[in-house]
């Protein structure tokens, strides 16, 4: 490997900037769980070809986001009942894990700085009249940023690596989850309850309260597979 001022990082290839667009859709809900991707409609609609497209295909594939359906493509991953309380098993045990250390270990600044985010989220909220109206795709983000800025504030980074890559995982339902009508209103109050609990360094508080969170989030992915059993594969 050659070093010093004439080494360059390398960029990404096409393939990975082709993954990174097909990944963005998906979480944005633009491919929503059970539905097919048409490599041919993205290769005019991008302007590509479909080799790359293919192969970033397969990259995501081998992320658990979509799957390969014989002689038809690939398809949005939906997950199964069982495969989602198996997930969210896994979650609250690690994302408690996460909330029940920030209470030792988030700063004055951390605790800020999550706030903020609260604060822009319930701010976004205000802004629109309709459900319609919102911008899931920042709401998204905004969520994200919330919880693992508190995951973050544990100061265990291998904890907090475990639980994005689940995250990223799953990603394709977390739509379902936010485009639900009354969901956003209800997120906010129950991220209310966390902030509340972890100002006041209450490890059993918070537990309860998270635990709560996700609760409420499998609920309502568990009623969206029972109304689309049809697309489960």
Known sequence: MKTGSSFKIRKETLTDQIAILIREAIVNGEFTPGTMISLRELSQKWKVSRTPLREAARKIEAEGLIVSVPRKGFMVKMFSAEEVKEIYIIRESLEILAVKLACKNISTKELEKVEKIHNKIKALLKEYRTPNDLNIKTIQKLNRLFHFSIYKASKNKHLVDLISNLWDRSSTMIYCILSTPYRLKNTVKEHSEILKNLKNKDEIGVERALKKHLQI???????????????IR
């Open 217 to 231: 989030s499998e609920d309502i992915l568990l009623k969206y597979i029972n109304k689309n059993k049809d697309c």
